[in-house]
């Protein structure tokens, strides 16, 4: 994804110095990396296998209320970032970012379905059994009839969450 050079600190030979300008952009780029890193549950940190320091920090950042502490602790991450791998960082960054959105698009698609069936016809039906062959129908069919039902009475969504729970059981998500 990036290389090194962008986060690194050091002149990019011995003739150039870094300008002050780029200083403050590797800065910046140190500190949104460590950004993307407080939005991980505890489980995925420990799995990054971050520095004791850094890890310390950013758990530290989850108790900061105040927003203005809040940034001045992602600008202190930033400095504790200069020592670590910023590629296998990012890397690891972006296989869990990868995996969420996956994990979002299968959600919307299952939202698209509950809504289909519920306000479709019985094509829409026979649409999601030929894709989802597993599907118990008489289940479906009662499932769909009962959101129908309460949708017509204006009542609270209870029997469209049963649908879509069913509908992510047999998605296997």
Do not use: C
């Amino acid at each position: 994804m990036s290389d090194n050079s962008k986060f690194s600190n050091m002149p990019l030979n011995d003739d150039e110095e870094l300008s002050k300008t780029e200083a403050k952009r590797q800065m910046h780029a140190l500190q949104t990396l460590g950004a993307r890193l407080t939005k991980l549950n505890k489980e995925q940190l420990a799995k990054m296998k971050l520095d004791d320091r850094l890890h310390l920090a950013i758990e530290e950042f989850h108790r900061i209320k105040s927003n203005g502490a809040q940034k001045r602790h992602l600008q202190y991450i930033g400095k504790i970032m200069r020592t670590e791998d910023t590629d296998k960082i990012e890397h690891d960054l972006g296989l869990y970012e990868a995996g969420q959105q996956a994990h979002t698009q299968t959600f919307h698609k299952l939202e698209r379905w509950r809504d289909r069936l519920i306000s479709e016809d019985n094509q829409a039906l026979q649409s999601y059994i030929d894709e989802n062959p597993s599907a118990d129908v008489q289940h479906l069919r009662q499932l769909i009839r009962n959101a129908k039902k309460e949708l017509s009475l204006e009542k609270p969504p209870a029997a469209a969450r049963k649908l879509f729970k069913y509908l992510r059981e047999v998605a296997g998500a």
